[in-house]
C-alpha cells in the first residue's frame, strides 16, 4: 500500500511538471515592425515573440512584393522627360532560422530588398546614368513557420525614395 500511494505521488507530481512545461509554451508575437532604407531600398522587418519554450530554434520566413522604379539621370542631375524609366515589380523574400534561448524569446530581423527585381533589358541612353529612384513592398507577410503563426503588425505598403533629382523622377 506505500508503494502504492508513493508511486501515485510521483505520478501525479509528473503529470504536473508535464503539464507546466505545455502551458509555458504558447507563442505569440509580442511587437513587430518594418522599415524601409532611403539609401539601400532594403525592407527590414524587426519582431519579438515570445512564448517558444527554451532554446527552440524556429524558423521565419519573410516574403513581400517589391516594385523599383528606375530612371535615367543626366549629368545636370535631371531626369529627363523622355520615355527613359522602367517599373519592375517581382516577389522577395527571405528565411531564417533563430534560438529561442533560455528565456524562449527571439527578437531578430529578417531583410529583403533590391535587386531583385532588377531593372532587366532597361538601360540608360550615353550620358545618363541608371539609378534606383525608388521601391516600394507590399504584401509583406512574417511567418513563423515553425508555429504556423504570421505577425499580425505587418500590414500596409512600406517605400522610400532613394534618388533626389531636380525634376521628373517617376516613383511606383
Known sequence: MKRFT???ICLFVLA??????????????VN?????????????VSWKEAGLGN??????????????????INGGGNHPSATNK????GAVSASGQFNSGNNG??????????PPPGPGNFSCPSGQTLVLGCVSYTDVSLEDTTNS????????TFSA???SVKKGATCP
Do not use: K, R
Not at 86 to 89: F, I, L, N, Q
Not at 105 to 114: A, D, F, M, W
Open 6 to 8: 508513493m508511486m501515485t
Open 16 to 29: 504536473c511538471l508535464a503539464a507546466t512545461t505545455a502551458w509555458a509554451t504558447s507563442p505569440h508575437f
Open 32 to 44: 513587430d515592425s518594418a522599415s524601409v532604407s532611403g539609401t539601400t531600398g532594403f525592407l527590414t
Open 55 to 72: 532554446n527552440q530554434n524556429i524558423d521565419y520566413t519573410l516574403s513581400a512584393t517589391e516594385t523599383a522604379g528606375y530612371d535615367c
Open 86 to 89: 522602367a517599373t519592375v515589380t
Open 105 to 114: 524569446q527571439i527578437t531578430e530581423s529578417l531583410t529583403v530588398g533590391n
Open 149 to 156: 503563426l504570421f505577425a499580425p503588425g505587418i500590414s500596409g
Open 161 to 163: 525614395t532613394l534618388i
